[in-house]
């Protein structure tokens, strides 16, 4: 690439630029439970499939183990999340919700589909559907 850097023509500078356009909207509502949009996303990997090791919701979240780590520590404080040495292996641990994580996730679940309304309503819905389908596709295996 000769010239000067176009920012317009960077693939990485968009996403990153929408992807915190898309983060401040859901952490807004998030934020009303407390909870950061990345804390949300754990909640819901727990409350899907629990109980989950570090390594399978790092593997599925698309996330380093060292940010998963950082995440995860103010929903332990909080007792949302709880971990358990495996029967297998004493050095993994199982994480899943607490009583009171499943009760704060579905108050946070309502605050998650009103800023899913919000981006839908300014993106529009079936573009948002596309959008996410071609976002998974680039994480796909």
Sequence with gaps: MNGPLS???CNCFALRQAARYVT??????LGEVGLTAAQFTIMAKLARTAPATMAEMAEAMVMDRTTLVRAL?????DGFVV???S???GRTYLFSLSESGKATFAEAAIAWRNAQAEFEGKFGRE????LRAELFGLTAE
């Design 73 to 77: 520590k103010p929903l332990q404080r």
């Design 24 to 29: 401040q909207i859901y952490e807004r509502h």
């Design 83 to 85: 971990s358990e040495a």
């Design 87 to 89: 029967e297998h292996d």
């Design 127 to 130: 573009r948002a559907k596309a």
């Design 7 to 9: 920012y317009d023509a």
